[in-house]
T-cell receptor
Framework: DGGITQSPKYLFRKEGQNVTLSCEQN?????MYWYRQDPGQGLRLIYYSQIVNDFQKGDIAEGYSVSREKKESFPLTVTSAQKNPTAFYLC??????????????FGPGTRLTVL | GQQLNQSPQSMFIQEGEDVSMNCTSSSIFNTWLWYKQDPGEGPVLLIA?????ELTSNGRLTAQFGITRKDSFLNISASIPSDVGIYFC????????????FGQGTILTVHP
């Protein structure tokens, strides 16, 4: 089955702790993305990566970090510096970035709650 | 940055009715995408539009890429209860090169 997987589905974290959200795709897509969604709002871009070992900040990168060591994987770390981390986090991928075929496909999401 | 204005914000309709929602932008887009999101799930791509004037259907869904390249609409005909969810438009191109810009979403409720 081809697709994007995110784990875990639900994650609870104590204040002051870092936490890493997993995103894996087996679609052979070059580009991957992380978005944050707050209740009743649209999606806001955190980080994106167009190719292995390279990534760029999105609109709300502060308090987050990423890595792209493998094409299939793009983990997101929510650090203790993120002031309001409770949200729904969505990972996406596309064949490549920066072209008219940049259709993005989404994973099922991870809901992070800070206690 | 670029912004998309999506309307309406919410709709309450009876099963069987047709639905129309749209997105407008102050700048030109090269691609328009329409997604549906069920509660607690990731958005699922419904229709992708790549050319101005393009009209594309997917079952009961029809979407069009506006001639001016600054707008798009999505129609759902003969709505059914499982159409309930949040519908997002997204645009790609212009000054947001390499990044999709999303609308705020339209919440659709269908009463049986």
């Amino acid at each position: 089955d081809g697709g994007i997987t995110q784990s875990p589905k639900y994650l609870f974290r104590k204040e002051g702790q870092n936490v890493t959200l997993s995103c894996e795709q087996n679609l052979n897509h070059d580009a991957m993305y992380w978005y944050r969604q707050d209740p009743g709002q649209g999606l806001r871009l955190i980080y994106y990566s167009q190719i292995v070992n390279d990534f760029q900040k999105g609109d709300i990168a502060e308090g987050y970090s990423v890595s792209r060591e493998k094409k299939e994987s793009f983990p997101l770390t929510v650090t203790s510096a993120q002031k309001n981390p409770t949200a729904f986090y969505l990972c996406a991928s596309s064949i490549e970035s920066g072209t008219n075929t940049d259709t993005q496909y989404f994973g099922p999401g991870t809901r992070l709650t800070v206690l | 940055g670029q912004q998309l204005n999506q309307s309406p914000q919410s709709m309450f309709i009876q099963e069987g009715e047709d639905v129309s929602m749209n997105c407008t932008s102050s700048s030109i887009f090269n691609t328009w995408l329409w997604y549906k999101q069920d509660p607690g799930e990731g958005p699922v791509l419904l229709i992708a539009l790549y050319k101005a004037g393009e009209l594309t259907s997917n079952g009961r869904l029809t979407a069009q890429f506006g001639i001016t390249r600054k707008d798009s609409f999505l129609n759902i005909s003969a709505s059914i209860p499982s159409d309930v969810g949040i519908y997002f438009c997204a645009g790609f191109g212009g000054t947001s090169y390499g990044k999709l810009t999303f609308g705020q979403g339209t919440i659709l409720t269908v009463h049986p």
